[in-house]
């Protein structure tokens, strides 16, 4: 059996919705809560009531900045979303997730969004799969400690149950390997006016971010890209 | 497929969480809610806003006055509770429940308790089986909207409608396409000096072109990047 997964709430408004998402958590055994950028600062004192004795939840949550900080040491991250326009990663269902998770290598943490937006489009681009709920086609309306609960109790059906043998696969890259490879193409392709017209330019960055975060390339493979793109670095003429 | 499982509250006590029932209900598609002895009567005035657009399910509510009546044209009764003191039923999953609800030959009705004390032993002894949600030993607390939107979501999964809408994937490029990517690479590779020393050359380009086939990345994301390849072509010096 793998690690729990991590539930990070991206920009939460509401310390009420954190507390209920901690509740939600803990009911099916994850303790693990990650928040970026909350809103009304943390702590915050509309959560513990909220969380209805899940105080622990809430007392050991880390506070990020940024979601790339929250997900620097993450190998899996899974983004919750309804929206569909411009998807190019596999959609999961809750359950599907959960099996996935639960005989995963490495961490894996799911992404929730802000309670009225959901998560932003480079945010989901962040992902490198997407878990949707399916739900009523004439009335969807779950609010977010809905979907952690949902996402919690799938998860906790597998821990009872034995882990197969593991094949030694290594992990994929950490986010924050992964966010390095990117950064370094993006400098090659600046040096070489590939970024054409500007204002395309944050359109293509996100084409690109979702093509490399596809393959969920492990530490070596990264380093090994790294490698080919150190080739394509201009030198100065001998 | 059988009918859909019908929502019995049994002496309900605050509207706000018929409300919040009847919103759980219907992100899963159950519709029917029938309301044994509302404690504050019915309608309720704070249940429509809890409900979040569920409005029809609580127009579409029938009230009894005893479980007996709410139930008597039910075949398959199942009681959602904790205790299993004398317990003489099975006790089923939520998903167990939902595979034999979504099987079932007759009519099947879920029983939920009031928010704070449960179903009273007389009102378990009603059914034929009963639900209990695995939880978490050391924190089990569930409220009343999420044991029903976890049955209901249970249930959902029976429902033809139920996978995430498939995002049309596209699939992942003929390996011809792929071919054509990894020999550009490999050219301009060649043209960097990358393959040293040369007797290495073999191996390393097994090593670039197992990185390259594991994201299957489809037709377009190949073209993408051979658009990037292009990038970094060397131009003659003007």
């Known amino acids: ?115 009225r937006s959901g998560l932003e489009i480079d945010e989901v681009a962040m992902a490198r799969s997407i878990i949707t709920v399916p739900i009523n086609p004439e009335f969807g309306s779950l609010n977010l400690a809905q979907a952690v609960i949902l996402c919690a109790y799938e998860w906790s059906k597998h821990r009872d149950l034995k882990s197969p043998p593991k094949v030694e696969l290594i992990p994929p890259a950490p986010q924050e390997e992964l966010d390095g490879l990117i950064s370094q193409l993006f400098g090659l392709l600046d040096g070489r006016n590939y970024f054409f017209p500007p204002e395309r330019k944050g359109a293509t960055q996100q084409t690109l971010r979702n093509l490399l975060t596809k393959p969920g390339w492990n530490s070596l493979e990264v380093r090994t890209f790294r490698g080919v793109l150190s080739a394509f670095k201009d030198r100065r003429p001998d």
């Not at 950028?37 to 809430?58: E, F, K, Q, T």
């Not at 929250?70 to 929206?83: E, F, M, S």
């Not at 809750?94 to 998770?101: F, G, H, L």
Request: no cysteine.
């Open 1 to 115: 059996m793998s690690d729990a997964p991590i539930i990070i709430l991206a920009r939460p408004q509401l310390g009420e919705n954190i507390g209920k998402a901690a509740r939600a958590m803990l009911n099916f055994g994850l303790t693990e809560l990650r928040l970026v950028a909350p809103r009304d600062g943390w702590p915050n004192p509309s959560a513990g009531p909220a969380a209805a004795g899940a105080d622990i939840v809430l007392e050991q949550a880390s506070v990020f900045e940024t979601l790339a900080e929250a997900t620097a040491d993450i190998n899996h991250v899974y983004a919750t979303t309804v929206r569909k326009r411009g998807v190019t990663k596999a959609v999961l269902t809750p359950e599907a997730a959960a099996n996935e998770i639960a005989h995963a290598n490495g961490r894996s943490a799911i992404l929730f969004g802000a309670e």
